[in-house]
């Protein structure tokens, strides 16, 4: 999942199922859940996930950790952002029991930010900034330094700040390169894409646009063909 191989993921998902008799092991399916839900099949995703009775009851963070992660990013599969970033936080609160950089919450925050972001909610992205900020950076997974940087960039942007979104950006792209997984670069490349379109760089917008699209084609994940859509819609109408 985090090197973006994605199909090899589920085929290791179908294989614990039909050769290691798994199918009703709890935490194998919230993780097909979340790849269901990551790959924008919400009806799948929350099929996996009603059925996980005894995570659901457990008081173990790790599985309380888990389960909101994928019921966050089902409810992204719906474009329930709300519910995503309520769920988001949810996982984030479990930072205490297992780090800032657990798996989950390195998961959790970039849809916090982004779920917060789309909602239009300043306070909950400063919010999210601020506790990232209160680790030292010895304690951060490096892919959260570039999504926080994103985040800021993103700010800056819908704060109208030309030039410091423009260094901003050019930072998190590389960041989430060197640092990140293919989803996560993706996400940021169209945001990239959105805010170049906004300031007449059509050509640039385009380039990041197409590889966004080819990391949305190799791992099936339909959200990001999407916005990749969507924005390019958006460049048509600017252009016309």
């Known amino acids: 999942m985090q090197l973006g191989d994605w199909d090899a993921a589920e085929a290791e998902f179908a294989r614990a199922v039909s050769s290691y008799g798994l199918a009703d092991l709890e935490t194998l399916n919230c993780q097909r859940g979340w790849l269901a839900a990551l790959r924008g099949d919400a009806g799948t995703a929350e099929t996996l996930l009603a059925a996980l009775s005894d995570m659901r009851a457990s008081e173990?963070?790790?599985?309380?950790?888990?389960?909101?992660?994928?019921?966050?990013?089902?409810?992204?599969?719906?474009?329930?952002?709300?519910?995503?970033?309520?769920?988001?936080?949810?996982?984030?609160?479990?930072?205490?029991?297992?780090?800032?950089?657990?798996?989950?919450?390195?998961?959790?925050?970039p849809l916090a930010a982004r779920a917060a972001y789309e909602l239009g909610d300043d306070a909950a992205v400063a919010e999210l900034i601020a506790l990232l900020d209160?680790?030292?950076?010895?304690?951060?997974?490096?892919?959260?330094?570039?999504?926080?940087?994103?985040?800021?960039?993103?700010?800056?942007?819908?704060?109208?700040?030309?030039?410091?979104?423009?260094?901003?950006?050019?930072?998190?792209?590389?960041?989430?390169?060197?640092?990140?997984?293919?989803?996560?670069?993706?996400?940021?490349?169209?945001?990239?894409?959105?805010?170049?379109?906004?300031?007449?760089?059509?050509?640039?917008?385009?380039?990041?646009i197409d590889e966004a699209r080819d990391v949305g084609r190799r791992l099936r994940c339909q959200p990001l063909l999407d916005r990749a859509d969507a924005l390019e819609r958006v460049q048509s109408r600017i252009q016309a």
């Open 60 to 109: 173990d963070p790790q599985d309380q950790s888990t389960v909101s992660l994928a019921d966050a990013f089902a409810a992204g599969a719906r474009g329930q952002a709300e519910t995503a970033l309520r769920r988001a936080r949810d996982t984030l609160a479990q930072v205490d029991a297992l780090g800032i950089s657990g798996e989950s919450l390195r998961w959790a925050w």
């Open 134 to 208: 209160s680790h030292q950076p010895g304690y951060l997974a490096p892919m959260l330094r570039a999504e926080r940087d994103l985040a800021r960039a993103r700010r800056a942007a819908a704060d109208g700040e030309g030039d410091q979104a423009a260094a901003a950006f050019a930072a998190a792209i590389t960041g989430l390169r060197e640092r990140s997984t293919p989803y996560h670069l993706a996400h940021g490349l169209l945001d990239h894409a959105e805010y170049l379109t906004g300031h007449g760089e059509a050509a640039a917008a385009s380039l990041a």
